[in-house]
């Protein structure tokens, strides 16, 4: 079974610009997280998608910031315009729904992306 | 609010030998989920142990096994002969008892295994 998958795996753009983040979670998984590192910091959440619906975005830092997921399948995270405080390495996880106790989150590799 | 400490940034152990590494949380929950992650050098994070809160066993996963005191809110992870391959980031991390809550992590510990 393949794991979550993320693309980029590092992005370098200048600020100001635009990137696209993609995440694929495991597949069959209807919860899909979005968290995020900043240098030397916590890991700290983003926002959680149930399918195609957006049930948590209490972590989003700003409207500078747009998670979609369109069809409930794979997601992707748009900062636009990216700004420096934005570097950091940006994780994707999934999940099942619940009724099965099956609670675990799955991570993938991560994007690394660097605004300069 | 949940919180989670890491108190040890980085911790070195020998080869073969056993190293525990600490980690606290702040809750007025009563019901949750704690989690052991590991990230090695190559980035991908994998899930080492988790533990229920309402169970008052210690989870274990072979070489790795957990300390839980949830009265004194602690989680430590003890890793049993360690090896080369341990050498990673752990994070500790929290997660409300129902299914679908985000996670909230300490801020980990970089572990060294040495020859």
């Known amino acids: 079974e393949a794991g979550v998958t993320q693309f980029p795996s590092h992005s370098v753009i200048e600020k100001g610009q635009t990137v696209t983040l993609r995440c694929d979670p495991i597949s069959g998984h209807d919860n899909l997280y979005w968290y995020r590192r900043v240098m030397g910091k916590e890991i700290k959440f983003l926002l959680h998608f149930v399918k195609e619906s957006k049930q948590d975005e209490s972590g989003m830092p700003n409207n500078r910031f747009l998670a979609e997921r369109t069809g409930g399948t794979y997601s992707t995270l748009k900062v636009q315009p990216a700004e420096l405080e934005d570097s950091g390495v940006y994780f994707c996880?999934?999940?099942?729904?619940?009724?099965?106790?099956?609670?675990?989150?799955?991570f993938g590799p991560g994007t690394r992306l660097t605004v300069l | 609010a949940q919180t989670v400490t890491q108190s040890q940034p980085e911790m070195s152990v020998q080869e073969a030998e056993t190293v525990t590494l600490s980690c606290t949380y702040d809750?007025?929950?009563?019901?949750?989920?704690l989690f052991w992650y590991k990230q090695p050098p190559s980035r991908q994070m994998i899930l080492v142990i988790r533990q229920e809160a309402y169970k008052q066993q210690n989870a274990t996963e072979n070489r790795f096994s957990v300390n839980f005191q949830k009265a004194a809110k602690s989680f430590s992870l003890k890793i049993s002969d360690s090896q080369l391959g341990d050498t990673a980031m752990y994070f500790c991390a929290f997660m409300k008892n129902n299914a679908g809550n985000m996670l909230t992590f300490g801020g980990g510990t970089r572990l060294m295994v040495k020859p």
């Open positions: 996880a999934s999940s099942p729904l619940a009724g099965g106790g099956t609670d675990t989150q799955y």
């Open positions: 809750t007025s929950e009563s019901n949750y989920y």
